[in-house]
Nanobody
């Protein structure tokens, strides 16, 4: 099991920016995808961005495409989510996640992931 710890959440006004970080305790060769999900009160968890660690390919949900950027550091240990042009509807708990059995076509599907962080809260005020 991979331990994941998120940080960087906070409160910001609409139009502002935040950068979330995800640190993993360890990776194995089988951990290929790291993703960010979010869950707002009363709503289902939504996949917003994913990165393929091997070549840095990225994937985004339509709701954040063009505003959010997922990246990894050169050592491929930290994963970041740069969030720009934030909107009140981006308010949610944000989680990073990984798993050994994530496959293309399911990179933003919650059920594909087995290891989750504790989450970091993002609040965007209008």
């Amino acid at each position: 099991e991979v331990q994941l710890v998120e940080s960087g959440g906070g409160s910001v006004q609409a139009g502002g920016s935040l950068r979330l970080s995800c640190a993993a305790s360890a990776y194995t060769y089988s951990i290929m995808y790291i993703s960010w999900f979010r869950q707002a009160p009363g709503k289902e968890r939504e996949g917003v961005a994913a990165i393929y660690r091997r070549d840095g390919s990225t994937y985004y949900s339509d709701s954040v495409k063009g505003r959010f950027t997922i990246s990894q550091d050169n050592a491929k240990i930290m994963v970041y989510l740069q969030m720009n042009l934030l909107k009140p509807e981006d308010t949610a708990m944000y989680y990073c996640a990984t798993g050994r059995w994530v496959v293309p076509g399911r990179v933003l599907t919650e059920s594909a992931y087995t290891d989750w962080g504790q989450g970091t809260q993002v609040t965007v005020s209008s």
